[in-house]
């Protein structure tokens, strides 16, 4: 019985073609080729194709515009960060070697000696150098006063120091030892002329 069974159902086709429309079949595939063919046809179809593409034309376009500017933009801001990086560097440069200037160094120097007369040298010295600067800023004199008569129409701030700082320059020099110079007057006296410096950017 069994083994009967099994010997119908491996004798049983997979389909029985009584069930199996081939006209529909074909009719259906005629149905959507001619419908297709009816769509493609149509000018109102490739009308709305046509709108489609130059709307989907016009985001790609602007969409290429907008990355342009934004490429241009990103370049125009790289080269303003490199030319601020650059300027920067060259004013922290400016400022090592102001502030590392080897004839004001010299001239600290001397002040913080243990001798009266470096101390005395150390005036003279800072004075010479207020006189060179002051030549190169392009004031005429022949004299540090005449020079710093000139500066006084410059507006600088520290252009009192700088006098202060020459008259008793000009002391020294004349009076020799017998003005009287103390180590703290002598700092003094080259504090002003330090503040003249730094407001020329000297040192």
């Known amino acids: 019985m069994e083994q009967t069974v ?52 016009i985001i790609i376009i602007a969409i290429i515009i907008f990355s342009l500017i934004r490429l241009i ?7 303003e960060e490199i030319d601020h990086e650059i300027h920067s560097a060259a004013l922290r440069e400016k400022e090592r070697n102001r502030n590392a200037n080897p004839r004001w160094h010299y001239i600290q120097t001397l002040s913080e000696s243990p001798n009266e007369s470096d101390w ?6 800072a004075d010479s150098m207020m006189e060179e600067v002051l030549k190169a800023n392009g004031l005429s004199g022949s004299t540090a006063s005449e020079l710093l008569e000139g500066a006084k129409e410059s507006g600088y701030r520290s252009i009192q120091d700088a006098w202060s700082a020459h008259l008793i320059r000009n002391k020294i020099a004349h009076e020799g030892s ?26």
């Open 178 to 203: 017998d003005y009287p110079l103390s180590q703290v007057e002598g700092r003094r006296v080259i504090k002003m002329y330090q503040n003249f410096f730094e407001e020329l950017r000297v040192i």
């Open 6 to 57: 099994i010997q119908t159902t491996l004798n049983k086709p997979l389909f029985d073609p009584n069930y199996l429309n081939i006209e529909y079949v074909f009719s259906k595939i005629i149905e959507y080729t001619k419908s297709l063919t009816d769509l493609l046809s149509d000018p109102n179809t490739w009308s709305t194709l046509g709108v489609i593409s130059a709307v989907l034309s």
């Open 73 to 79: 933009e990103i370049q125009i801001y790289d080269k």
């Open 120 to 125: 005395r040298v150390s005036i003279i010295e």
